[in-house]
């Protein structure tokens, strides 16, 4: 089992839906989420990072947290195909070090 | 300059070569970290530095992988007799060092060997 896990998708969307974009970790120690956007060919970018259970907002998304299920998702409002990328769900634990494992990174395609 | 910084972006290297990545973190961040990534999937932990210090390397592959930042700022990762299984894209991140602080990636290093 991966320490963090991505569907990779291609996940589809319509332009003006939401995507939803989950993760899932092992490590119940894990204290800190990130979630990266990362263009084809380019480096990852922070979009948000969220580390209480419940939900954290920031425009059109919206972090997710439920340390119990050990599950973290993103959702992006209001669809656009600039928003055609691959996300990366980054987990970082108990360590002082800011060390981030990430997942495989979910394909969304937004559809004009 | 005000983002992380590797050179160079593109490397081609013959099977056996030895080759140098160069990455110069945001300034005054503590924490330097490299990551490798494969086609498709994401970046997979290689080393990590806190200044000068090198405090974490279970990431690095084989002993033919080295990193050093020797005065806490630049960073090189070198890799000895390449093999086609190092192809990949080599990112660099640094950050303030505590663990809340996001990584800031810079644009990487496509390394192909054949």
């Known amino acids: 089992q991966k320490e963090v896990e991505q569907n990779s998708g291609p996940l589809s969307v319509p332009e003006g839906a939401i995507a939803s974009l989950n993760c899932t970790y092992s490590?119940?120690?894990?204290?800190?989420f990130f979630w990266y956007r990362q263009y084809s060919g380019k480096s990852p970018e922070l979009i948000m990072f969220i580390y209480s259970n419940g939900d954290k907002e920031d425009g059109r998304f919206t972090a997710q947290l439920n340390k119990a299920s050990q599950y973290v998702s993103l959702l992006i409002r209001d669809s656009q195909p600039s928003d055609s990328a691959t996300y990366l769900c980054a987990v970082g634990g108990l360590s002082n070090t800011g060390k981030l494992i990430f997942g495989q990174g979910t394909t969304l395609q937004v559809k004009p | 300059g005000a983002g992380v910084s590797q050179s160079p972006r593109y490397k081609v290297a013959k099977r056996g070569q030895d080759v140098a990545l160069r990455c110069d973190p945001i300034?005054?961040?503590?924490?330097l970290f490299w990551y490798q990534q494969a086609l498709g999937q994401g970046p997979e932990f290689l080393t990590y530095?806190?200044?000068?210090?090198?405090?974490?390397k279970s990431g690095l592959p084989s002993d033919r992988f080295f990193a050093e930042r020797p005065e806490g700022s630049v960073s090189t990762l070198k890799i000895q007799r390449t093999q086609q299984e190092d192809s990949a894209v080599y990112l660099c991140?640094?950050?303030?060092?505590?663990?809340?602080?996001?990584?800031?990636f810079g644009n990487g290093t496509r390394l192909t060997v054949t």
């Open positions: 530095f806190q200044n000068e210090a090198q405090l974490d």
């Open positions: 300034s005054g961040h503590v924490s």
């Open positions: 490590d119940r120690g894990s204290q800190s």
């Open positions: 991140a640094s950050s303030r060092g505590d663990r809340e602080a996001p990584l800031h």
